[in-house]
């Protein structure tokens, strides 16, 4: 998120619906604290809100929504059809002859799901290189591990086999990141997958590879320590 809002996306943070701007869809949009924490530090609202997170009244809910949060471009939740969403916006921007990108981030307990293959054929099948998915492969869902719930490997040949350029990188290392964007800008004729291999709850000791972290918030003595533990982290 990092590398797309302050290197990647051409955006304005003082003019949210700019014409021909790159689009990001959160397919994964019960990962939306993270998204909120990028858009105000970015600067497209003031960084104080964050705290009415999930508070009654607050526009930054659980799942974005476009139509209360400057900087969201879709409303995502229901999982699996982000990149239906994301092909929709490449194949509008092609028509309307723009040269933006569109970004979807999924989740890899998401692609269980049929409706992302059936998108995954329609990027391909209209060569949508402007579509550049980042796949979030750390393995965990809310039930446990994704390669005992629904196994979805080898997904890296499954995308080339349904016509994806693919490349794998450590989704914790920047430099890693800012190479793949840029060799999926250069890619032409094919959309871009990048599987980014990561560990859930990276820095935070008694987190990391925990699937009961999917959906609970630390309390005060947790949090304590995960701050400390993430601040003595170098990345």
């Known amino acids: 998120m990092t590398v797309l809002y302050f290197n990647e996306m051409n955006i304005n943070e003082k003019d949210p619906h700019?014409?021909?701007r790159d689009r990001f869809v959160l397919s994964k949009g019960h990962c939306s604290p993270v998204l909120y924490s990028t858009l105000a530090q970015r600067g497209?609202?003031?960084?104080?809100?964050?705290d009415t997170f999930r508070i009654m009244g607050s526009k930054l809910e659980g799942?974005?929504?476009?139509?209360?949060?400057?900087?969201?471009?879709?409303?995502?939740?229901?999982?699996?059809?982000g990149l239906s969403v994301a092909n929709g916006m490449a194949m509008?921007?092609?028509?309307?002859?723009m040269n933006n990108r569109i970004y979807c981030l999924l989740g890899d307990g998401e692609v269980e799901e049929g409706q992302i293959?059936?998108?995954?054929?329609?990027?391909?099948?209209?060569k949508l290189d402007n579509v550049c998915v980042i796949l979030d492969n750390n393995n965990l869902q809310i039930d446990g591990k994704?390669?005992?719930?629904?196994?979805?490997y080898p997904i890296d040949e499954k995308f080339k086999a349904f016509g994806f350029e693919v490349i794998n990188i450590d989704g914790h290392n920047i430099e890693e990141i800012m190479k793949a964007f840029k060799k999926a800008r250069e890619t032409k004729g094919?959309?871009?997958?990048i599987i980014a291999k990561t560990i859930k709850g990276k820095g935070v000791s008694f987190m990391e590879?925990?699937?009961i972290w999917h959906g609970i918030a630390p309390n005060e003595e947790q949090y304590h320590i995960a701050i400390s533990e993430l601040n003595n982290t170098t990345i």
């Open 92 to 97: 509008a921007s092609r028509l309307n002859k």
């Open 18 to 20: 700019m014409e021909g």
């Open 190 to 193: 094919k959309p871009t997958i």
């Open 63 to 81: 799942h974005p929504n476009m139509n209360k949060v400057p900087g969201v471009d879709m409303t995502t939740g229901s999982l699996g059809q």
């Open 117 to 126: 293959w059936e998108a995954a054929m329609t990027s391909a099948h209209y």
């Open 146 to 152: 994704v390669n005992e719930v629904m196994s979805i």
């Open 44 to 50: 497209y609202f003031d960084e104080k809100e964050l």
């Open 209 to 211: 590879n925990q699937a």
